[in-house]
């Protein structure tokens, strides 16, 4: 059966999740730092994607954990293995049937993962059997759908808000509650009978100047991929010509280019210890 999102071993969308994890590298690093991963302790990345978060944990552990990447798709499994540190193991599997001995893990980290299930408790129960006493479970989500908030336009930023909201509820025939993971990460972990140990959200902001990984990552895998020709049939057509025009690299109004321009997408961690 496809995730609530589509997803089989068959997709691949291996460039956005690496423009993404390049584009939000600072912060995603600085929260693996901040779970201090000791020396001989196990990590399972659930839903690894392209893998960066494997090497990072291997980094932030000095070379001196064992750090196993987990993904459904084939092509994110490539990639992954593409670029992970010698000898580390990553796993095509389903993170509902992982092929893992239970109680094995001191770390499991599912970020941008979790909200691909039909039944999230049920994936968040199947990934706390891993975990040893006293192990962790990370639980993170950025902004299912990035907001972009343009300092310069509120009325705008509202209508593409909404816009994109409405091509993902009829792409996926799911209603708008089923799209707001972030939201609710403290409930799944709750339900699953896990004690909430921390909750942070960061802000991954981003002003001028732009540096490379942001500029690819918001033309791309926004101003492409996420917005662009599929927002035709949801907007005004004045509204969508001036959101194509802010796209546009070839337009004197294109919005990376503004020196006002500021961008906004969340990331919220929870950890949850096993008893």
Request: charged share 25%; aromatic share 8%.
């Amino acid at each position: 059966m496809a995730g609530l999102l589509g997803d089989t071993s068959q997709r691949d969308y291996a460039q956005k999740l690496a423009l993404f994890n390049a584009f939000a590298r600072p912060e995603l690093r600085e929260a693996i730092a901040a779970l201090a991963v000791q020396a001989g302790q196990r990590v399972l990345d659930a839903g690894c994607g392209t893998g960066e978060a494997v090497g990072w944990f291997h980094e932030s552990a000095e070379d001196r954990a064992l750090v196993v990447g987990m993904d459904l798709a084939t092509a994110h499994v490539r990639a992954a293995r593409r670029g992970a540190p010698v000898h580390t193991t990553i796993l095509q599997a389903d993170m509902l049937r992982p092929p893992l001995a239970d109680g094995s893990f001191d770390l499991v980290w599912a970020v941008n993962a979790i909200n691909h299930l039909h039944d999230p408790i049920a994936g968040v129960r199947t990934l706390a059997t891993l975990l040893r006493p006293g192990g962790r479970l990370v639980v993170g989500q950025s902004s299912l759908v990035p907001d972009m908030y343009f300092a310069w336009d509120a009325r705008l930023e509202q209508r593409v808000n909404d816009a994109v909201r409405a091509y993902y509820r009829e792409r996926y025939g799911r209603s708008e509650h089923e799209f707001t993971a972030v939201r609710a990460l403290v409930g799944w972990l709750q339900a699953a009978g896990l004690p909430l140990v921390t909750v942070r959200t960061r802000m991954i902001e981003r002003t001028q100047p732009l540096v490379e990984a942001d500029e690819r990552y918001l033309h791309e895998a926004i101003f492409c991929d996420t917005w662009g020709e599929r927002l035709r049939p949801y907007l005004p057509p004045e509204d969508f010509d001036a959101l194509a025009r802010l796209c546009d690299p070839d337009d004197e109004r294109y919005a990376l280019r503004r020196p006002d321009f500021h961008f906004l997408q969340s990331l919220t961690l929870a950890v949850a210890t096993k008893a």
